[in-house]
T-cell receptor, first 115, second 113 residues
Framework: DTAVSQTPKYLVTQMGNDKSIKCEQN?????MYWYKQDSKKFLKIMFS???????INETVPNRFSPKSPDKAHLNLHINSLELGDSAVYFC??????????????FGSGTRLTVV | DQQVKQNSPSLSVQEGRISILNCDYT??????FLWYKKYPAEGPTFLIS?????DKNEDGRFTVFLNKSAKHLSLHIVPSQPGDSAVYFC????????????FGTGTLLAVQP
C-alpha cells in the first residue's frame, strides 16, 4: 500500500505542451511538497502546502502552478513546457512541524522529458 | 549559493568495513540534519536525523555525528553491506512552520562484496 504515490511515473512531451503530475498521500500528513531533481542530481524544493495552504513558493517560473484540492493531494501543473523543465519531480509529505525530526516521505518520482 | 554540500560524489568501501559519508553546511540557523538514502528510480527514503542540540545519534548500523563548530556532519555505516549501495543525501532544516529541507548533491556509495 503506497504511502506517497505519483502519476505518471514517466512523461514524455513536446515543447509548448501543458502537462500535470498528480500526487496523493495516505499517511494522514498535513504538509506536502514538490521537489525537482535536475540533471546534476540536485534536489531543490519548489512548493509546499500545509492543509491546502501554500506555505513555500520558491523562485519557480509562473508556468508551474501547484494545486491542493485537499490535504491528501498536491498536483503540479506545468504550462508551455520547455527543454529545461526536463527533470525528475518528487512529491513528498510530512506531519506539520515534524519534517525536520522524522523527515519527509517521498514518492518514487516522475521523470519528465521535454523534446 | 549551496547551503548544504557533499564534496565527495562517490565512495567505494569493502563489505564489512566502515563507510563514512560527509556533509558540510553554511547556515548556522539549521536546527535539524537528516540523511536520506536513494536507490535508482525510487524516491529518497529517510534514514536518520539529528537535532542541533545533540552531537550523536545512533540507529542500528547507522550513526550520525554533528560538529556544530565546524558546521560538519557525517554518517557512519558499520558494518557496510552490499545492500547499502545507493546515493546518500544529506539534508538540513531550520525547523519552524515550513520545515523546508535543503539537500546536498549526494554521494554515491558502492559497497564491494
Amino acid at each position: 500500500d503506497t504511502a506517497v504515490s505519483q502519476t505518471p511515473k514517466y512523461l514524455v512531451t513536446q515543447m509548448g505542451n501543458d502537462k500535470s503530475i498528480k500526487c496523493e498521500q495516505n499517511l494522514g500528513h498535513d504538509t506536502m511538497y514538490w521537489y525537482k531533481q535536475d540533471s546534476k542530481k540536485f534536489l531543490k524544493i519548489m512548493f509546499s502546502y500545509n492543509n491546502k495552504e501554500l506555505i513555500i513558493n520558491e523562485t519557480v517560473p509562473n508556468r508551474f502552478s501547484p494545486k491542493s484540492p485537499d490535504k491528501a493531494h498536491l498536483n503540479l501543473h506545468i504550462n508551455s513546457l520547455e527543454l529545461g523543465d526536463s527533470a525528475v519531480y518528487f512529491c513528498a509529505s510530512s506531519q506539520a512541524g515534524q519534517g525536520g525530526v522524522y523527515g519527509y516521505t517521498f514518492g518514487s518520482g516522475t521523470r519528465l522529458t521535454v523534446v | 549559493d549551496q547551503q548544504v554540500k557533499q564534496n565527495s560524489p562517490s565512495l567505494s568501501v569493502q563489505e564489512g568495513r566502515i563507510s563514512i559519508l560527509n556533509c558540510d553546511y553554511t547556515n548556522s540557523m539549521f536546527d535539524y540534519f537528516l540523511w536520506y538514502k536513494k536507490y535508482p528510480a525510487e524516491g529518497p527514503t529517510f534514514l536518520i536525523s539529528i537535532s542541533s542540540i545533540k552531537d550523536k545519534n545512533e540507529d542500528g548500523r547507522f550513526t550520525v555525528f554533528l560538529n556544530k563548530s565546524a558546521k560538519h556532519l557525517s554518517l557512519h555505516i558499520v558494518p557496510s553491506q552490499p545492500g547499502d549501495s545507493a546515493v546518500y543525501f544529506c539534508a538540513a532544516s531550520e525547523g519552524g512552520a515550513t520545515n523546508k529541507l535543503i539537500f546536498g548533491t549526494g554521494t554515491l556509495l558502492a559497497v564491494q562484496p
